[in-house]
């Protein structure tokens, strides 16, 4: 990117038309991160940069030939996706990187290198991704295994090391953007010759292995995306996830160890980024919770979080269905808890504490997102508003290690901003976690939460939901997870 000055105040602008503008030839203002015209017209603006993206596309041969993406209503359909053709990557024309240049990074690193990004991914990103980190993280256990077989995995796992480290002087130049794209364009690969072949053909390897293998890279690809605050792709990389986690419901549900691990994981990730949009046809096929094990944290909560958001968008508004969904969150703030014993046994004492903090924090959390929802005027829900705000920024304030539980904390502290505005006090210690949060983790997207709830509390409106449908339409959803 380079700079360019306009007044005495330097101004940053792209070196480049966006994409939608040149392809609708008219002159792009360069506005970071996205441009105003596209804002304008109510477009999602995709960037300026080369990038590959995911596209729910048709087989074009084999069994599938000619059909879409899988649909729970039909056994007969398959998936299928391919990333669109890559433009120059910058105007002199020089070609972006292929799957072989990324592949050839990763494997004329020294052992050693590639040891010390897997060592670092278990050891510094891995515990970022669940509730509670233990030695029975699967992440650590079965992730990292796997991609020490499975080359797409493992190009995964380098990538977001690589972008994650904070020194990566020892690496080529580039590694982890190319790295990331030979991943995506080997998944792409992989998964149209799983469209090629029958829904019972042994190749279509449920049961912890090639499908297992691409999901958790996916999983990986949308996280880095998020650690670079590309927030299109990440959503495009969790699209992608969706359709081929439901496109194997289609053929047996899994029973594997590893592929229902991610597909919890996805489920986190699908059903909290969904409180946050309001396309109803994608939030109502968000991947839930596979709950038929008893130990899923979070499990009926994000149930019924996903109810909640999937009756607001019907404009079902009900104060007294909100009123008795309380009972329903007790209830699933129980089952969190009982659920997380055997994970809690090897905790100290103060972590066992902060893991109850949590769950009461995403407990009072996730009332005020349904009052927030589905109150009928905003005076019928005020006395329990105030309650469940009062309770969750003392449950905020309680927290003996907040440093240790911030990762998990992004959704409940987004909700307690859209709740206090106003109140300096809160408002500033707000400010504060978020600040915190991305600091901490070291993922960008993180940091537009602040901005939002900046935005949020300068302006004259006390819904939330109005402004993020606004940061939706011009391509900045905002994603509290």
């Known amino acids: 990117m380079e700079g360019v000055e306009s007044g005495p105040t330097p101004i940053p602008l792209a070196n480049k038309d966006c994409r939608v503008c040149n392809r609708r030839r008219i002159h792009c203002d360069r506005a970071l991160p996205f441009c105003a015209k596209c804002a304008r017209k109510g477009v999602q603006c995709p960037g300026y940069g080369p990038r590959f993206r995911w596209t729910n596309a048709i087989a074009i041969r084999g069994r599938f030939k000619g059909r879409g993406a899988p649909n729970l209503s039909n056994q007969g359909q398959s998936l299928d996706f391919e990333p669109q053709s890559l433009q120059k990557i910058n105007e002199e024309g020089i070609p972006a990187p292929t799957s072989q240049f990324g592949l050839a990074l990763a494997q004329q690193l020294p052992p050693s290198a590639a040891k010390r990004l897997l060592q670092y991914y278990a050891t510094n990103i891995a515990p970022l991704m669940v509730w509670l980190d233990s030695e029975k993280n699967e992440y650590k256990r079965l992730v990292i295994p796997l991609a020490e077989k499975d080359t797409i995995l493992r190009l995964a796992v380098l990538t977001i090391s690589a972008e994650h480290m904070p020194h990566e002087d020892h690496l080529p130049p580039g590694f982890s953007r190319s790295t990331g794209e030979a991943a995506i364009l080997m998944i792409t690969e992989r998964v149209r010759q799983m469209t090629e072949c029958s829904m019972d053909d042994p190749q279509i390897d449920v049961n912890g292995g090639i499908t297992a293998g691409i999901l958790a890279a996916m999983l990986i690809l949308s996280n880095h995306s998020l650690l670079k605050s590309e927030l299109s792709h990440a959503q495009s990389h969790r699209q992608a996830a969706r359709i081929l986690m439901n496109s194997l419901a289609l053929k047996r549900p899994p029973d594997d160890d590893l592929t229902i691990f991610l597909k919890n994981q996805l489920a986190i990730y699908d059903v909290l980024a969904c409180t946050t949009l309001f396309n109803y046809d994608h939030v109502e096929h968000a991947v839930l919770p596979h709950v038929l094990q008893q130990d899923v ?74 009052y927030t929802r589905l109150y009928t005027t905003p005076t019928d829900d005020e006395r329990a508003v105030g309650f469940h705000t009062d309770e969750l920024f003392k449950v905020l304030d309680q927290f003996e290690d907040i440093n240790s539980s911030l990762h998990n904390l992004a959704w409940p502290l987004f909700i307690a901003g859209t709740s206090c505005s106003g109140d300096k006090k809160r408002m500033e210690i707000i400010s504060r976690l978020c600040r915190m949060l991305s600091t901490n983790t070291r993922f960008e997207h993180y940091a537009n939460l602040s901005v939002f709830l900046q935005e949020l509390w300068q302006s004259s409106t006390s819904d939330w939901t109005l402004l993020a449908r606004q940061w939706e339409r011009k391509g900045t959803p905002v994603i509290a997870v």
Do not use: C
């Not at 607001?312 to 008795?324: D, G, I, P, V, Y």
């Not at 209830?331 to 903090?357: C, E, K, V, W, Y």
């Open 297 to 370: 944290p979070f499990g009926d909560f994000l149930n019924i979080l996903h109810h909640v958001t999937v009756m607001s968008l019907r404009n079902f508004k009900n104060t007294k269905q909100a009123e008795s969904l309380e009972e329903e969150f007790k209830l699933a703030r129980g089952s969190t808890l009982l659920a997380a014993g055997t994970l809690t046994q090897t905790l100290t004492q103060s972590s066992r504490r902060d893991f109850i903090r949590l769950v009461e924090a995403y407990h009072h959390a996730g009332i005020l997102y349904a």
